[in-house]
């Protein structure tokens, strides 16, 4: 009889590139994709970190998924990523929900195959939550989700360790693939049809300093560069200590190159800044954005700000609003911080108060959409390459696309998944381009 898997992923694209990993795993081993947890013989979650509130959003999903199970005995679940990787959370979790088949880390993928025979054949529970070793598993199969574009992953773990994160303590140190295999996976990627991928590393920019060999991302992107059938090349996240001008004129020159980075701000103020540990202040970032806006005016710049780290006054919160004007973000991703424990930050004094939070990411997130509308207008009347993603989300008469920039667009007409076509923009909302 056929067995049905489906995957619940939180997170980051590091999620949804394991997640890749595992639907690679769990097809070879003869189970195939549903879209309904109610069909699923195996359900297993990708679980995030990064904030108390994504914890939370899970916590209430297991519930959910281990009522599921008492209807459906056979069932297997299972629960991994970068919560579980904490190893008190893995064993509470692995105590408080028998249901649970199987607990598992960041760093185990390449166990998941040899674990599920022993949960199938010996009928055990499995807890294999182990250190991150810092090996690559380059060799895994993979699934993706869509058939014309791809996350590929080139540098893994963070060294950077800002004090708010979380990332480095259940990602491990940064390790990076070398451009060979890269190259490898992403003309096989050519070869069976996808024209994009996303380069994926917590910090690309530093890709290859862990190496002997003389390699550094601007030269791992010339080598993509090189492969004929990828028409366009996208990369996140971008650290503001280690991107460098070459990296941009890059940007500038490459048509293949998609016309956005991605750099997060975190504050504006250099003081918060210092604490976070992100090793640049204000000025640096300002010229760096500056940089950016005047050699490819048409580039979008987005960025990830926390309002509310300790410590932050109403003077730093300011200092990060004369960013935000300044730089005119095309789009920002704004969290209130969260306080996350075994990282620094967690123990520093002057914690701000959650009302204090709420107010500054209010005030924020204002100011954040109103230069996003302002983004958006200005693309009016103007023409778009648009790469055709799938049908909308609320309307499926409606076509819907991400612009070389990465913005979103809705439009209509005969088009396939993975045509590049050129629009023009006729209409816009803060969130959505409409073109023709
Ligand atoms: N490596 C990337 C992404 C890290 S996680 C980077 O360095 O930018 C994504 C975002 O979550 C971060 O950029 C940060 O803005 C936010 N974040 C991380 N830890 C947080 C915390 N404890 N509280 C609130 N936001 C946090
Ligand atoms: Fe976290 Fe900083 Fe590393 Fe990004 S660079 S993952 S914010 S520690
Ligand atoms: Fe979350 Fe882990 Fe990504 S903590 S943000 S899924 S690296």
């Given at each position: 009889?056929?067995?049905?898997?489906?995957?619940?992923?939180?997170?980051?694209?590091?999620?949804?590139?394991d997640s890749e990993t595992i639907a690679g795993i769990l097809e070879e081993k003869g189970y195939s994709y549903t879209d309904e947890?109610?069909?699923?013989?195996?359900?297993?979650?990708?679980?995030?970190?990064?904030r108390d509130n994504a914890e939370q959003k899970i916590y209430g999903?297991?519930?959910?998924?281990?009522?599921?199970?008492?209807s459906k005995p056979h069932m297997?679940?299972?629960?991994?990523?970068?919560?579980?990787?904490?190893?008190?959370?893995?064993?509470?979790?692995?105590?408080?929900?028998?249901g649970m088949n199987i607990v598992f880390g960041t760093d185990n993928l390449h166990k998941l195959s040899q674990d599920l025979d022993i949960i199938i054949e010996e009928s055990k529970r499995i807890m294999d939550v182990h250190e991150i070793t810092g090996n690559i598993y380059d060799d895994l199969p993979k699934t993706h989700t869509e058939r014309h574009r791809a996350f590929v992953n080139i540098n893994f773990g963070c060294?950077?360790?800002c004090t708010y994160c979380i990332v480095p303590h259940v990602r491990g140190q940064e390790r990076s693939r070398s451009i060979k295999s890269i190259k490898n996976e992403v003309a096989r990627l050519a070869a069976n049809g996808y024209k994009e991928v996303t380069l994926l590393g917590q910090n690309v920019n530093s890709f290859g300093s862990d190496s002997d060999n003389d390699t550094n991302f601007v030269k791992l992107l010339k080598n993509l560069i090189e492969i004929e059938e990828i028409k366009r090349i996208r990369f996140m996240t971008s650290h503001p200590k280690d991107?460098?001008?070459?990296?941009?004129?890059?940007?500038?020159?490459?048509?293949?190159?998609?016309?956005?980075?991605?750099?997060?701000?975190?504050?504006?103020?250099?003081k918060i800044l210092n604490k976070m540990n992100r090793k640049y202040d204000q000025d640096k970032y300002l010229n760096l954005a500056r940089y950016i806006r005047k050699e490819i005016p048409q580039a979008t710049i987005t960025t990830d700000i926390i309002v509310g780290f300790p410590g932050e006054t109403e003077a730093d919160f300011l200092e990060t609003l004369r960013v935000?004007?300044?730089?005119k973000f095309d789009a920002a991703y704004t969290f209130a911080?969260?306080?996350?424990?075994?990282?620094?930050?967690?123990?520093?004094?002057?914690?701000?108060?959650?009302?204090?939070?709420?107010?500054?990411?209010?005030?924020?997130?204002?100011?954040?959409?109103?230069?996003?509308?302002?983004?958006?207008?200005?693309?009016?009347?103007?023409?778009?390459?648009?790469?055709?993603?799938?049908?909308?989300?609320?309307?499926?008469?409606?076509?819907s696309g991400r612009s070389d920039d990465n913005k979103l667009v809705h439009f209509r007409g005969d088009y396939k998944v993975g045509d590049i076509i050129e629009l023009e923009v006729y209409d816009y909302s803060p969130h959505v381009l409409w073109g023709k």
């Open positions: 009889m056929k067995q049905y898997y489906h995957l619940l992923t939180y997170g980051c694209q590091m999620n949804v590139a947890l109610t069909t699923a013989d195996l359900i297993f979650v990708i679980t995030c970190a990064v999903k297991l519930g959910e998924l281990v009522k599921l199970k008492e297997i679940l299972g629960i991994g990523g970068c919560m579980t990787q904490q190893d008190e959370i893995a064993k509470r979790i692995y105590q408080r929900f028998p060294n950077n360790f991107m460098s001008l070459e990296l941009i004129q890059l940007v500038r020159d490459e048509e293949k190159m998609c016309k956005h980075i991605h750099l997060p701000l975190q504050s504006g103020s250099s935000v004007d300044e730089i911080y969260s306080k996350r424990p075994g990282t620094r930050a967690a123990c520093y004094e002057n914690q701000v108060s959650e009302d204090e939070k709420k107010s500054r990411l209010y005030k924020l997130i204002d100011r954040v959409n109103m230069y996003m509308e302002i983004s958006n207008k200005s693309r009016l009347g103007q023409k778009i390459s648009v790469m055709v993603d799938g049908t909308s989300k609320k309307d499926n008469e409606v076509l």
